[in-house]
């Protein structure tokens, strides 16, 4: 079976968790760092990994943490 990968990106002034090449959000969060945390206990809990999108600056869209 294959590892979940999740994504955390931002969208329209919110934080969202969703597993990566899928557009369904599982979850929307009004700051990073709550978004952070959710991910890391639900990928712990699945047996996944995530990864972070960063918002703004040069690396703005990349992935910026697993």
Avoid at 10 to 31: C, E, Q
Avoid at 58 to 66: D, L, M, P, T
């Amino acid at each position: 079976m294959a590892t979940k990968v999740y994504e955390v990106m931002k969208k329209d002034d919110r934080w969202i968790v969703r597993i990566k090449g899928n557009t369904k959000v599982i979850k929307s969060f009004a700051t990073k760092p709550e978004a952070q945390e959710y991910v890391e206990a639900l990928s712990e809990r699945q047996d996944g990994s995530y990864q972070i999108r960063a918002s703004k600056g040069k690396n703005k869209g990349r992935f910026i943490q697993k």
